[in-house]
């Protein structure tokens, strides 16, 4: 790109908006997030739905403190990878990495007070924090589908509330799909 | 009467690493590079021009024994690109249509 003599304000116009435009790209690249932590709820609510309903097995929520620390380690090596390949910092960026931060401290210390006292209370709740980030995710990217994600989210967590466990984890399985899942996708798509 | 064009902003490569950097909080050189598709010379001379202007501030540190180069827009830099973008405005909502 060399300056020219014919650069004018129809071409600064151009120039202004097709380098803004190329900023605003790389947002869409948390996508993966969205599978991830949708695919490993899902996998961790049909996994305990299955061996407490078919198997009655004293160890039903097994598949939550395994599949979520793989999801940790995953979410952890992939930021730090794509952090340091990435040779910008967004407004946005920094927002979404300041808030998962907040936001996964919030999720572990709520889950570690809730779980020894009231197991009922525990997929609602992650259904409440699940449904804010999802609806904030939404509003700060302008997607419309992660909004009504945290929409549906927020009702399914409602719903949570009034069901007995083993209907919270189809819940939260349905949940995961709508509000995460096929966002994720249509994130993918869009990129 | 139209307001004069910043001689600043008004160039097409100093006009596109503002428009990168007023979307941005920070951005390295290598991006700068990669988005205006510009040479490393031509945008050095660039850069240089914007920081001389108060528009930019350039940052110079190391990353794995390399040399990085880190650009932030000021204040100045800020308050100068709004202010061209409404001159542009009213010159594009003002000019005659068979200009």
Known sequence: MENSEKFNEESALKVITEMIDATKNDVRSNYFFFLLWGFLVLAASLLEYCLLTFFHSPYHYIGWPVLMSIGMIVSLVYAIRKYSKTNSTTYIGNFFKFFFLAWSLSLILVLFFIIPRNNQLVQPVILVMYAMAIFISGGILRFMPLKWGGIIAWAAALLSFFSPFPVQLLITAAAVVVAYIVPGFILKSRK | ?99
């Open chain 2, 1 to 99: 009467m139209f307001k004069e064009l910043d001689p600043i902003l008004h160039s097409q490569l100093r006009l596109s690493i503002m428009s990168l950097l007023i979307g941005v909080r920070s951005a390295e050189f290598s991006f700068l590079e990669e988005k205006t598709g510009a040479t490393r010379g031509n945008i050095s001379v660039q850069l240089r021009k914007l920081e001389e202007a108060g528009y930019i501030e350039i940052a110079k540190s190391f990353r794995k024994n390399y040399p990085l180069t880190t650009c932030t827009i000021t204040k100045k830099g800020k308050a100068a690109f709004t202010d061209y973008v409404n001159t542009l405005s009213d010159y594009i909502r003002k000019k005659p249509a068979s200009e």
